[in-house]
C-alpha cells in the first residue's frame, strides 16, 4: 500500500465577521500563547461574531491518489488549502505533511508584482533551497510551458489573471516537482490550450505525488480524482470512494428554478414523464428514473396563429443546464382553436436514457422557422434523477425523421 503523505485530524478554523473583534481576539490569543511559552493557544468555542470556517473536518491522500473537494462558495475548500499549505494555522486539529508542497491556491500569489517573470521563477526557485543553476537549467521547460512569449521579460504586475496562473502552474509542474500539490480552480482561467496542457500535467503528477484538487467543473473532477468530499459549511456532507456518488451530493445542494423566456407568443405547460405508460416512482418531490429506461414525454402546447410555421426542439439539461440531449425538429401540428390560438398536445418518445447518474431537467423550445425568433423557452422543467453507477461526459443529439423510424446519436467516450 502506498504511503500517506498527507494525514488531517479533525482540523477546524474559525473566523470572525467584525474586523475590529477579530483584532482583539488575535491580541488575546497571542497573549495567551506567550504566557504558555509560544504554544498557540486558541480559544475553542465561539465567541461573539465568530463562526467555524472549517470545523472538524478529516481524511487522508496517499501517493498516487487525487482528493477532490467539492460544495458550494463558502464551504470551506479554499481555507482547508490554505491551512495545508501553512498560509493560516488551524484552530484545533492535526495536519501531517510528508515530503514537497506545491500549492496553486491563489492566482499569482508569492509572486513579486515589480520583477519580472523570469526573475520571480529565479526567486521562487531559491526559496524552494534549488540552487540558481539547476532553476537555469529548467528555464526554458519553464518559459515553454508558461507559453507567455515576451511577458516573461515584463513585470508581473502588467500580468493577467490567466498568464499569473500560467506562470505559477509552470513552477510547480516543472520546477518543483512536488509530492504534495494543492489546486484550487487554477484551470478556471486558462485558455482552452493551457487547460490541456495543464490537464495532462496533472494527470502526470498524480501518478507520483499526493494531489488535492478543488473545482467547480465536475467533469475535471470525475477525470482526475480517486475520491472525493463534499462540503457544506465548513463541515464533511458525504466523503466518498466513488466520485459519481459525490458529484450526485454536490450537484443536489443547488435549486434550479423554471426560467421562461422568448416573446411569450407560445406557452408550454402541463410536462410530465413516463416509464411506459407508467408516472416514474419518485422520492422527495422529484422523479427517479432507472439508467436505461425508455422514457416518454407528455406536453401541452399554445401559440398565436400569427406564426404558421415553428420548430420544436426538446433538451435534456443536466443540472449545470448544459444540454445531456438534444432533440432537434420534434414532429408537431398545431389545432387551431376560435380564440386566434394554436394549441398541441404532444407524446414525445424520449428513447433510452444511458446519461450519468444525476439530476436532471428538461428544456422545451418553440422557434418560429421563418424568422429564428425564440417565441417560448422553458427550461428546468420537471425535474428527474436518473439511477447510474456511470460517470461519462459528452452531449447525445437524436434526430427525430417523420418519414422514417431512425435515430442519429453522437457522444463522447467515458472519461
Not at 503523505?5 to 488575535?26: D, H, M, P, T
Not at 467539492?70 to 495536519?95: E, F, H, Q, V
Request: proline fraction near 4%.
Amino acid at each position: 500500500m502506498s504511503e500517506v503523505l498527507i494525514s488531517v485530524e479533525n482540523i477546524g478554523k474559525k473566523f470572525c465577521r467584525n474586523l475590529k473583534k477579530s483584532l482583539w481576539y488575535g491580541l488575546c490569543d497571542a497573549t495567551r500563547s506567550l504566557a504558555h511559552g509560544g504554544e498557540m493557544m486558541t480559544s475553542d468555542t465561539l465567541r461573539s461574531e465568530e463562526f467555524w470556517a472549517v470545523e472538524d473536518v478529516s481524511f487522508e491522500v496517499r501517493r498516487g491518489e487525487c482528493l477532490g473537494l467539492i460544495g458550494k462558495n463558502g464551504a470551506g475548500k479554499t481555507t482547508i488549502l490554505k491551512m495545508l499549505n501553512s498560509l493560516i494555522l488551524p484552530d484545533r486539529g492535526r495536519i501531517d505533511l510528508r515530503g514537497r508542497v506545491g500549492g496553486l491556491i491563489a492566482l499569482g500569489a508569492g509572486f513579486n508584482p515589480l520583477l519580472t517573470g523570469r526573475e520571480n521563477v529565479l526567486v521562487n526557485g531559491a526559496i524552494l533551497g534549488l540552487p540558481r543553476r539547476q532553476i537555469a537549467e529548467r528555464m526554458d521547460e519553464i518559459v515553454a510551458f508558461a507559453d507567455i512569449g515576451q511577458f516573461m521579460d515584463a513585470p508581473v504586475q502588467s500580468y493577467s489573471s490567466g498568464m499569473s496562473v500560467r506562470l505559477g502552474f509552470a513552477v510547480a509542474a516543472v520546477l518543483l516537482k512536488p509530492d504534495i500539490l494543492l489546486l484550487d480552480e487554477v484551470l478556471a482561467v486558462g485558455d482552452m490550450g493551457f487547460t490541456i496542457k495543464c490537464l495532462n500535467a496533472v494527470r502526470e503528477i498524480c501518478n507520483t505525488s499526493a494531489v488535492i484538487f478543488v473545482s467547480h467543473n465536475m467533469q475535471f473532477v470525475s477525470s482526475f480524482c480517486s475520491h472525493a468530499i463534499v462540503l457544506k459549511q465548513g463541515r464533511i456532507l458525504q466523503q466518498s470512494t466513488s466520485v459519481s456518488e459525490a458529484i450526485q451530493t454536490y450537484m443536489a445542494c443547488f435549486e434550479h428554478p423554471v426560467g421562461i423566456s422568448g416573446t411569450g407568443d407560445a406557452r408550454i405547460s402541463n410536462v410530465s414523464l413516463s416509464i411506459q405508460g407508467i408516472p416514474p416512482v419518485e422520492s422527495s418531490g422529484i422523479a427517479h428514473i432507472p439508467h436505461g429506461s425508455n422514457i416518454e414525454l407528455s406536453v401541452d402546447l399554445e401559440m398565436h396563429c400569427k406564426h404558421p410555421s415553428t420548430q420544436l426542439t426538446i433538451t435534456i439539461l443536466n443540472m449545470s443546464y448544459d444540454g445531456a440531449i438534444d432533440y432537434p425538429n420534434v414532429p408537431h401540428i398545431w389545432s387551431p382553436h376560435s380564440s386566434g390560438i394554436s394549441r398541441c398536445h404532444l407524446r414525445v418518445p424520449l428513447g433510452k436514457i444511458e446519461l450519468n447518474g444525476g439530476r436532471y431537467s428538461l428544456m422545451v423550445c418553440l422557434t418560429d422557422r421563418s424568422t429564428g425568433i425564440c417565441l417560448g423557452r422553458h427550461q428546468g422543467l420537471t425535474p428527474f434523477i436518473v439511477q447510474s453507477p456511470s460517470v461519462s461526459w459528452g452531449t447525445v443529439v437524436r434526430y427525430f425523421d417523420s418519414n422514417t423510424d431512425h435515430s442519429a446519436t453522437t457522444s463522447s467516450s467515458p472519461c
